[in-house]
C-alpha cells in the first residue's frame, strides 16, 4: 500500500511508505522527503509528531558522512539548491535528500548489542536468537558478549518483517554476499555505538538497508535513527529493566495502555503525547551529534 504523499512535489511520485515519500528525481536519482508521520504496531497515527522528520534526516545524513570511511552511502546532497528545481521548495528543506537509486536487498540487516524486545522474547522461550544459542542466565537489556547479525525478512507495507536465520539470509542472498553483509552491518553498528557511547547513549540494537548502485554495496535509506535503533540513555541502563529510550516510547505506552485492537484506524493521541514524543526525538540528535536542531540544516551540517 502507497499512501498520499505529504508534500506535493512536481516530480513523479514513486512511493510513500508509513513515513518516507519518494520521488524521481531524474538522472538515475531519487529524492526522499521524510514526513512527520508516526506508526506504532504498524499502524499509521492520525497526527503528525512536530520535527520527527527533521530529526530522522539530520540524523541519518549525519551517520552517512561520519560513517563513510566504513561504508558508502546512496546519499548526493540534503542541500535545496542541488534538488531538481521543482523540489527547491523551504517546506522540505532538512528533511529531504538527494539519492542516487539502488538495488535494494530483500532483507534488512539488523544487529543487536543488547538483548530486548523481539529477542528478549525468544530467548525467554528457548534460549536462542535467530537460532543462535545464547548464554543461559541472561537479563532483559543485558549487553550481548558481541554484536549479533539477526537478519530478518522484508515485509510488504503493512506486514510484520519476520527474523530469520543466517542461513535462511544466505538462501535469499547466496553465502558470499551474506557473508559481506553480515560483516559490514556490524562494522557500522559497533562504529556508530562507540560513537553514542562517548555521548552517553548506547545503541542497544539497529537496522540497516543495504544494496548495489554500479556493483558497489551501500547502506541506503535511513541509518542509525531513532525509528530504526534503540536508544537507551547510558544513565538508566540497568540490565533486568526496560531503559527509556530517545523515540516514540511515549506513544506506545501510551497506546499500550488501551483496549485499541491495534488495528486501523488508530486512537487519538493527545497533546502532550505527542509533544514528549518529539522532545525525545529531538534530545537524541543533539546528544548524538553535538548539534541543535534549530541549527539544522547549515552549511555546515549539509552535504
Same mark, same amino acid.
Given at each position: 500500500?502507497?499512501r498520499?504523499?505529504a508534500? #506535493?512535489?512536481?516530480?513523479?511520485?514513486?512511493y510513500?511508505?508509513k513515513?518516507r515519500d519518494?520521488?524521481?528525481?531524474?538522472?538515475?536519482?531519487? @529524492?526522499?522527503?521524510t514526513?512527520?508521520r508516526?506508526s506504532?504496531?504498524?499502524?499509521?497515527m492520525?497526527?503528525t509528531?512536530?520535527?520527527?522528520?527533521?530529526?530522522l534526516?539530520?540524523m541519518s545524513?549525519?551517520?552517512f558522512?561520519?560513517l563513510?570511511?566504513?561504508?558508502p552511502s546512496?546519499?548526493i546532497?540534503t542541500?535545496l539548491e542541488?534538488?531538481?528545481?521543482p523540489a527547491?521548495?523551504?517546506e522540505i528543506s532538512g528533511?529531504?535528500?538527494?539519492?542516487?537509486k539502488?538495488e535494494?536487498?530483500p532483507i534488512e540487516c539488523?544487529?543487536?548489542?543488547y538483548i530486548t524486545?523481539?529477542?528478549?522474547?525468544q530467548?525467554?522461550?528457548?534460549?536462542?536468537m535467530?537460532g543462535?544459542q545464547?548464554?543461559e542466565?541472561?537479563?532483559?537489556?543485558?549487553?550481548?558478549?558481541e554484536?549479533v547479525?539477526?537478519?530478518?525478512t522484508?515485509?510488504e507495507?503493512?506486514?510484520?518483517?519476520?527474523?530469520?536465520?543466517?542461513?535462511?539470509a544466505v538462501e535469499i542472498?547466496?553465502?558470499?554476499l551474506a #557473508?559481506?553483509?553480515?560483516q559490514?552491518?556490524?562494522?557500522l553498528?559497533?562504529a556508530?555505538?562507540s560513537?553514542? @557511547?562517548?555521548?552517553g547513549?548506547i545503541i542497544?540494537d539497529?537496522?540497516f538497508e543495504?544494496?548495489?548502485?554500479d556493483?558497489?554495496?551501500v547502506?541506503a535509506?535511513?541509518m542509525l535513527?531513532?525509528d530504526s535503533?534503540?536508544?537507551?540513555?547510558?544513565?538508566?541502563w540497568?540490565?533486568g529493566t526496560?531503559p527509556p529510550s530517545f523515540?516514540?516510547?511515549?506513544v506506545?505506552?501510551? @497506546?499500550?495502555?488501551?483496549?485499541?485492537?491495534?488495528?486501523?484506524p488508530?486512537?487519538e493521541?493527545?497533546?502532550?503525547v505527542?509533544?514528549?514524543?518529539s522532545?525525545r526525538?529531538? #534530545?537524541?540528535y543533539?546528544?548524538?551529534?553535538?548539534?541543535?536542531?534549530?541549527?539544522?540544516p547549515?552549511l555546515?551540517?549539509?552535504?
Amino acid at each position: 500500500m502507497t499512501r498520499p504523499p505529504a508534500y #506535493e512535489l512536481d516530480l513523479p511520485h514513486v512511493y510513500s511508505g508509513k513515513v518516507r515519500d519518494i520521488y524521481d528525481a531524474g538522472n538515475g536519482n531519487y @529524492l526522499m522527503v521524510t514526513s512527520d508521520r508516526i506508526s506504532a504496531f504498524d499502524v499509521v497515527m492520525k497526527q503528525t509528531v512536530p520535527n520527527k522528520g527533521r530529526v530522522l534526516m539530520a540524523m541519518s545524513s549525519f551517520w552517512f558522512n561520519h560513517l563513510s570511511r566504513t561504508m558508502p552511502s546512496h546519499l548526493i546532497s540534503t542541500d535545496l539548491e542541488d534538488f531538481p528545481e521543482p523540489a527547491q521548495l523551504p517546506e522540505i528543506s532538512g528533511r529531504s535528500m538527494l539519492v542516487r537509486k539502488a538495488e535494494m536487498l530483500p532483507i534488512e540487516c539488523i544487529v543487536r548489542g543488547y538483548i530486548t524486545g523481539s529477542a528478549w522474547k525468544q530467548y525467554l522461550s528457548d534460549g536462542t536468537m535467530n537460532g543462535i544459542q545464547l548464554p543461559e542466565g541472561l537479563q532483559e537489556s543485558d549487553q550481548l558478549p558481541e554484536p549479533v547479525f539477526t537478519p530478518s525478512t522484508k515485509a510488504e507495507d503493512g506486514l510484520h518483517d519476520e527474523n530469520i536465520s543466517y542461513q535462511q539470509a544466505v538462501e535469499i542472498i547466496g553465502a558470499e554476499l551474506a #557473508e559481506e553483509v553480515q560483516q559490514k552491518s556490524i562494522e557500522l553498528y559497533k562504529a556508530g555505538a562507540s560513537h553514542a @557511547l562517548e555521548r552517553g547513549i548506547i545503541i542497544a540494537d539497529t537496522k540497516f538497508e543495504m544494496g548495489f548502485i554500479d556493483g558497489e554495496l551501500v547502506v541506503a535509506d535511513e541509518m542509525l535513527t531513532p525509528d530504526s535503533s534503540r536508544f537507551w540513555p547510558q544513565a538508566d541502563w540497568k540490565p533486568g529493566t526496560t531503559p527509556p529510550s530517545f523515540d516514540k516510547q511515549p506513544v506506545r505506552d501510551y @497506546l499500550e495502555g488501551l483496549t485499541w485492537d491495534k488495528a486501523p484506524p488508530p486512537p487519538e493521541l493527545p497533546s502532550d503525547v505527542i509533544e514528549a514524543s518529539s522532545k525525545r526525538y529531538q #534530545e537524541g540528535y543533539e546528544r548524538i551529534t553535538g548539534q541543535l536542531l534549530t541549527e539544522w540544516p547549515s552549511l555546515e551540517g549539509s552535504v
